[in-house]
């Protein structure tokens, strides 16, 4: 049977075929959707969010210790805070198969950066797979929980957002039986106390000799000849570019790429006159065929920087003079165009927090959700953003050498509160910090899509569980001062941000809307412009709502009036609140003159 | 663009309803016997930003994303949108253009930005191919915003080699029974837009 696919839904299809027994995760784009589907369509693999990618990992270590095959997804940020398990796992090996999806960002279409987490597979002597399509997608988790098995290994399988959220036709098989492994107790093999983990470094040396060797002989390392004295080495998406720009080239196509099969490459290499390495980001490949002393290139062809395309491998294909001037496309690229960044959607209950922030002047600690949203004009109310739960830290530092007179505040979201926050709470109450932490409860992870999490009070597989109360657990951490607000309160907001900031204690500042989307969409009564008062004072323009706009009618001066689609408008009352005129209205109290 | 061988663009703003018409686009080309990819980018592009979704058809895809300048069909849900993308496109090609326009905060606020007058004519500076659909007014009279998008669908079945009966069997498994028959005329109604026949 054949179905059309994403990269991720086939390696959920993968991990049902291998008969995976436990999926954990924390939701992280481009890697979600992998766990959603297993949620969805396979309900028979036990599935779970846990509230971050350490933890993830580690219910996945101890599934695989007890005999079962294991499944952890992340995105590439997401495998730093697992980095701890995932350095000593190496050493551990496995009972039941681990394979551990990394999921890349080049380009950084949703991420903070854009490293490249096959150095992680190097970094930790882990085997690596790294497929090209949906289908090698779903081909080869199952082949990674053999090799895992076999090898007695964790399985790195890096993705990337190409190949994540790409489609393309997958052919499905049964689900196998899988080797259901019996626990057996191995505390030299599992406990990694100094005088097991020397014994163990010598398996991990041993292991990575035998893998170098299956990668020698693997048919997930294969080569095209084509009869071409131009031989391209790539991996993953690269492949497809170079092959849709070049199809008639030599090809060696590597889908286990850690170890690499240098004797495999050095006799590809010999055999051609010109052989370039094309894949994304860093040199991976390239540098380490280098070092074995061959004479290959290819990243100063295409750059280290953002996602290869067809065109820019053309591009490269061209500098390097292995073919004629590439064709740009014939019509021009716009120029002088609008951007279209994203904002914050209509009814937000993030906006309320972000205007009052904004007219406090306040020194804004910034986190990763959608809140960082707050950062954008016309908002402009955040200073810092560098990883999950960071705000707390960077509030709690920037607060103890004073750099704002008008004081500093943390912002952080639900989810990523229980992610990373919770120890950034301890360490400002534990050190006597002043820091205020406003925790923007919108009751879901809203970035990734809307998945559940310690507090909405249901599991990934739908199961009811208990609401862990973010309030107690903040007390229970030492905060004395916690104090709930309405999102939609403008004036309470900025009040309390002015008090809690002025207070010389810890506190917290916990807001209280739902997310307007999900999981379900709020729409109550809309909101409507009254012409006739609006002084096109810009007011409302300035809470950048996208149910706002400027109607064609305009005052004296030329500036135009506000109007509201009414067919978006969520009734908030946000941009009510703030317009002086007081021209702003439910479209029920509006009378037209 | 040749019998065998497609590359469609679409772009719109997110929460459009771009994504469900790729699928039922990529959907259709697989029964019909195609290799098919499609490719888009989620998470935060999706708030209110651009989405596009590129979609490959032919009896082998290596890419999933088309190269610049080789879209056979550029289809935009919203008439700047269509300006913006207007590059990827080969000169020849077909673009299908809702007149929808949504202009962002963004530039209402800030005085240095514009939106483009007439972005559609602008297109057609430059390329010959261009059908300025009137989705929204077609989806009102038919009483729901939202078949914008399968409007567009019976529009681009005006230049797809795919059996009619075929694009409603898959757009009947996609949505909801209650809204069946109201997508299957707004698909109809997209059908009776074509280029004129000059622009043909």
Not at chain 1, 199 to 204: D, F, M, N, P, T
Not at chain 1, 478 to 504: C, H
Not at chain 2, 50 to 72: L, N
């Amino acid at each position: 049977m054949k179905e059309l696919l994403s990269g991720n839904e086939a390696v959920a299809r993968g991990a049902f075929e291998a008969d995976v027994k436990l999926a954990s995760a924390y939701p992280g784009t481009p890697s979600t959707e992998i766990m959603e589907t297993i949620g969805d369509k396979f309900p028979s693999l036990y599935a779970q969010w846990s509230p971050n990618e350490k933890v993830a990992y580690e219910v996945g270590v101890g599934a695989s210790v007890g005999g079962g095959r294991a499944l952890v997804t992340m995105k590439h940020v997401g495998l730093n805070v697992a980095a701890d398990p995932y350095m000593t796992h190496a050493y551990t090996g496995v009972n039941g198969g681990f394979l551990i999806v990394s999921a890349d960002d080049p380009e950084m279409h949703s991420s903070q950066n854009e490293q490249d987490n096959r150095f992680f597979a190097k970094f930790a002597n882990i085997p690596m797979l790294e497929p090209a399509d949906s289908q090698e997608s779903k081909d080869m988790v199952v082949m990674g929980y053999e090799i895992s098995e076999i090898f007695d290994t964790p399985v790195l399988f890096r993705m990337t957002t190409r190949i994540s959220h790409s489609k393309g036709i997958v052919e499905l098989q049964e689900p196998t039986e899988g080797t259901n492994k019996k626990y057996v107790k191995d505390s030299s093999k599992y406990v990694m106390i100094p005088s097991h983990a020397r014994a163990r470094h010598i398996v991990v040396e041993e292991r990575i000799q035998k893998l170098q060797n299956f990668s020698e002989e693997t048919l997930l390392n294969f080569v095209e000849d084509n009869g071409s004295k131009i031989g391209i080495i790539t991996s993953g998406v690269s492949y497809q570019y170079a092959k849709e720009v070049e199809p008639n080239f030599d090809y060696m196509k590597l889908g286990f790429t850690f170890p690499l099969p240098i004797k495999k490459i050095e006799e590809f290499v010999k055999n051609h006159d010109v052989v370039l390495v094309v894949e994304e980001l860093e040199p991976f490949i390239e540098d380490q065929i280098k070092v074995a002393g061959i004479k290959v290139e290819g990243k100063k062809y295409f750059g280290k920087q953002g996602e290869l395309s067809p065109y820019r491998v053309a591009e490269g294909f061209h500098k390097a003079g292995i073919i004629d001037a590439v064709k740009i496309a014939e019509i021009g690229v716009e120029k002088d165009m609008f951007p279209r960044p994203p904002v914050l959607c209509p009814g937000c209950p993030h906006r309320g927090a972000f205007m009052a922030l904004k007219k406090a002047g306040i020194a804004v600690a910034g986190d990763i959700g959608c809140y960082t949203l707050g950062v954008m004009e016309p908002l402009n109310a955040m200073d810092t953003c560098v990883c999950m739960g960071a705000s707390i830290g960077n509030a709690i530092g920037m607060e103890k050498v004073q750099a704002s007179d008008k004081g500093t505040v943390a912002v952080i979201g639900d989810s990523t509160f229980f992610h990373s926050g919770i120890t950034g709470i301890l360490d400002a109450v534990y050190n006597n910090s002043n820091v205020t932490v406003m925790i923007l409860d919108n009751s879901i992870t809203a970035m990734t899509g809307g998945q559940q999490h310690p507090s909405t009070g249901k599991t990934l597989m739908g199961k009811d569980t208990v609401k862990v109360d973010i309030a107690n657990l903040v007390r229970a951490l030492g905060v004395k001062r916690v104090i709930n607000v309405d999102a939609y309160d403008y004036d309470q907001v900025l009040s309390v941000i002015k008090e809690e900031v002025a207070t010389k204690e810890p506190s917290v500042i916990l807001t209280t809307r739902p997310c307007v989307l999900m999981p379900a969409r709020i729409m109550d009564e809309p909101f409507t412009v009254d012409l006739e008062l609006c002084t096109a004072c810009s007011a409302c323009f300035k809470i950048s709502c996208p149910a706002i706009s400027a109607s064609d009618e305009t005052n004296k001066h030329d500036r135009p009036k506000a109007i509201i689609d009414a067919t978006i408008c969520t009734g908030c009352t946000l941009c009510a609140q703030v317009c002086p005129p007081e021209a702003i209205m439910l479209k029920s109290q509006f009378v037209e003159a | 663009m040749s019998e065998n061988n497609y590359a469609i663009l679409i772009v719109g703003v997110g929460g459009q309803g771009v994504l469900l018409a790729s699928e039922i686009i990529s959907e259709t080309a697989m029964r019909v016997g195609f290799d098919v990819k499609k490719s888009e980018v989620h998470g935060m592009s999706q708030r209110g930003g651009i989405v596009s979704s590129h979609i490959k058809m032919a009896e082998k895809v290596y890419s999933p994303t088309i190269r610049y300048g080789q879209a056979d069909i550029l289809i935009s849900f919203e008439k700047a949108e269509g300006l913006r993308a207007l590059d990827w496109m080969k000169k020849e090609g077909v673009a299908i253009v809702s007149q929808t326009e949504l202009i962002p905060a963004i530039v209402t606020s800030q005085k240095d930005l514009h939106y483009p007058e007439n972005p559609v004519e602008k297109m057609r500076e430059k390329a010959n191919r261009v059908i300025a659909a009137d989705a929204d007014k077609i989806a009102a009279e038919l009483g729901n915003p939202r078949l914008v998008n399968t409007i567009l669908l019976g529009i681009l079945s005006n230049y797809m080699p795919f059996p009619t009966e075929l694009w409603l069997d898959v757009i009947r498994n996609r949505v909801k029974e209650r809204f069946v028959d109201i997508n299957i005329q707004a698909f109809n109604r997209g059908r009776e837009v074509k280029l004129s026949a000059i622009e043909a």
